[in-house]
């Protein structure tokens, strides 16, 4: 009978040992509230991408430091609410992420999925319209492409918040085309 309790608690610590280890390795975002909240710093940036508001003139992020969409010139004002539209149909995921309060800095990995604007001007038939150029964007076949985005981040100790510090490659990836 002894051996048999040894050989039950045997079992019960390799079953909790497993169950510990497959609840650590399910999650990427780190288990701290650091990159908890970096996490909502980060989706709430893209979810203000996504609603459009970051097509708006002199946009500024309350999630980000810099303004990269802001200083995004278009020689047509009429591809605006075209640019909206792709925004609109963006599609992200945070992966990984990761920051230190106390050093102020952490970083974000991020999977962006958005329309190949470059591929659906490529099949678009010469002498388009902006409005053949916006149902093209909103057809549900659009060419997309993902990206794998690492944002830096910084902790604003002031307002006790996650702000990310460089966007620029989001607005690169987001609004170049246009």
């Known amino acids: 009978m002894n051996t048999m309790s040894k050989r039950k608690i045997t079992q019960i610590v390799s079953l909790i040992i497993t169950c510990i280890f ?27 991408i996504a609603d459009g508001t970051s097509a708006e003139a002199e946009y500024e992020s309350d999630y980000a430091t810099d303004t990269p969409f802001a200083d995004v010139t278009f020689e047509d004002e009429a591809v605006i609410p075209i640019m909206q539209a792709a925004f609109e149909k963006i599609e992200f995921e945070v992966t990984e992420a990761d920051g230190d309060e106390d050093e102020e800095e952490g970083s974000c990995d991020v999977v962006l999925t958005a329309i190949n604007v470059e591929e659906v001007l490529g099949d678009m038939e010469e002498g388009f319209t902006a409005e053949d150029f916006e149902a093209a964007i ?18 604003d100790s002031d307002e ?14 987001l609004a170049e085309s246009f």
Request: charge should be negative.
């Open 22 to 48: 497959v609840l650590t390795s399910c999650g990427q975002v780190s288990g701290n509230k650091s990159g908890k909240d970096i996490q909502k710093a980060v989706e709430a940036y893209f979810d203000e």
């Open 138 to 155: 909103l057809d549900k076949k659009a060419p997309t492409e993902e990206y794998e985005v690492t944002l830096d981040v910084e902790f």
């Open 160 to 173: 006790e918040e996650w702000l990310i510090s460089d966007t620029s490659e989001i607005a690169e990836i």
